[in-house]
Structures are given as C-alpha cells and as structure tokens.
C-alpha cells in the first residue's frame, strides 16, 4: 500500500527538483521563463528553496534515492548549462542571465540540502558527503566562469572599505528599491563561498576543523592576488571582507551541524 504512494511523492519531487533547476530569468523569454523584475527573481528564488525543501522531506524515508537522482541529474544539466553557456544562450543573451540561472540550481540544491540535514535520523554523514560530491562540479564551474577572468581585462583596484562592495548596499538602502546587479553582486560575494567548508569537509576525508578555517581565509586572498596580478576584474577591499564572511558563516554552520549529529549519533 505504500509503494504506489511512495513513487508518487518520489515522481513528485523529480518534477519539483527538475523544473526548479531549470527556471531560468532570460530576456529571450516571457512569462514564468522570462525575467521581469528583481522582486520576481528573488520570489522565484525563495519559492524554488521553499518547494524543493517541501518535496524532500515529504520523501524523508526515501532520501538515498532523491540523493541519488539528484547527483545524476546535476552533472547532466552541469554539461546542459555549459553548452547553453558558450553556444546557444537560452538563458539569456547576456553573462548575468545565465549567472541568474546557476544562481538558481544554487536555491534548488540548497532547499535540497536543509531537507536532507531537516529529514535525515541516521546514515546524515554519508549522504551529506554524497550531496556535496556531486555538487562540486558545479561549484567549481560557477567558480572558474565568475572569477578566473581573461588577463588585461576590464581591471581597477579599491583598497578603501566602504568605496567598492559596500557602495551597493549603499546604493539599495538610500534608492528603497531592489536593482537587480548590485543586489546580485552584493549578495552573491557573501552566499557563494557559504559552500567552500562544507565542499573541503566532504572532499578531504582526514581534514581538520583548522585546515578547513586556514584554507577557507586563504581563498579570497588567491581570487583577489590572481585578479591583481593578471589585471583583471576589480580588485576590491570590500570583496575580501564579504567574501571572507560568507566562508565564516559556512564554517559556522559546518561546526553546527557536526555537532547536532553527533549528539544525535550518542
């Protein structure tokens, strides 16, 4: 009797995670497709966080499999999104449409994650490192395309806190409205390196807490010397800071969550 109900609620989140991770915002597009407004974007956003998360822990007696069709499935629309990326541009004729759609597979697997970690009694470790295994691909994608930029490009340096990053905070506070670039890069020098201490935890089995801390503080530092060194991108004191709190808040939630499982484990 639980079989067929099962595989409905199995196929429920198939359809929920799938058609998540393929919401893109594009300017070639109209509709649920196309890009309208900031407020849109992040709505989409929240509601693709809040829909993944649901259908996870509606199928929290059946996280092995989701966990495995997830980890397929992601590698497969990686090599999609790459294509799409350098050749037909669906996601938008512009960088940051297609930005917006890696930033979206980002909100996918993050409801993903927090169902996994919300729904999971035993077996959490194994099934956390599987998750972030699969999801390092991307990761280090989405790394390569934002920051290894082309040498003696676009270049200009800031070395006053406040003058670079923080100016678009600024800008959305005193404007009272979202404008959808600043917001993107404000917020995503922050979110993007939440996942480095988890991905360094479920890549090196033997690392310690500290190495993951040293290595973690040390990235923003080889972004910023590369981008100074080769001449390209903005080199910017405000980056390091921001850059530096978002790996801090992944770190702390690492330490978190090791710790609520392992008394669980007890």
Not at 25 to 42: C, I, Q, V
Not at 72 to 97: P, Q, R
Not at 106 to 124: E, R
Not at 163 to 185: A, I, M, Q
């Amino acid at each position: 009797m639980n079989k067929p109900r099962n595989k409905i609620k199995y196929a429920l989140f198939v359809v929920t995670y799938v058609l998540s991770c393929l919401s893109i915002s594009s300017d070639r597009f109209d509709g649920y497709l196309g890009y309208s407004s900031t407020e849109y974007l992040l709505l989409k956003f929240g509601l693709v966080i809040i829909f993944v998360l649901v259908m996870t822990l509606i199928n929290k007696n059946q996280l092995e499999k989701i966990t495995e069709f997830s980890s397929i499935f992601l590698n497969v629309l990686l090599a999609f999104f790459l294509f799409d990326y350098f050749v037909t541009h669906i996601s938008g004729n512009y960088t940051y449409y297609r930005m917006w759609w890696l930033s979206i597979i980002f909100m996918a697997n993050a409801g993903l994650y927090i169902g996994i970690s919300l729904g999971t009694k035993t077996d959490f470790q194994r099934l956390s490192k599987r998750f972030w295994l699969a999801f390092l691909p991307t990761y280090i994608t989405t790394f390569l395309l934002v920051f290894a930029r082309k040498p003696n490009t676009y270049f200009e340096v800031n070395t006053k806190f406040g003058n670079g990053l923080l100016s678009y905070f600024d800008y959305l506070v005193n404007h009272f409205h979202f404008n959808s670039w600043p917001l993107f890069n404000f917020v995503g020098n922050v979110v993007f390196f939440i996942p480095i201490a988890f991905l360094l935890n479920a890549t090196f089995k033997k690392i310690k807490p500290y190495q993951i801390f040293i290595v973690g503080l040390c990235i923003p530092f080889i972004v910023e010397g590369y981008q100074y060194i080769f001449k390209c991108g903005s080199v910017d004191i405000d980056d390091i800071v921001f850059n530096t709190a978002g790996f801090l808040l992944g770190f702390a939630a690492l330490a978190i969550e090791k710790k609520i499982y392992k008394s669980k484990a007890l």
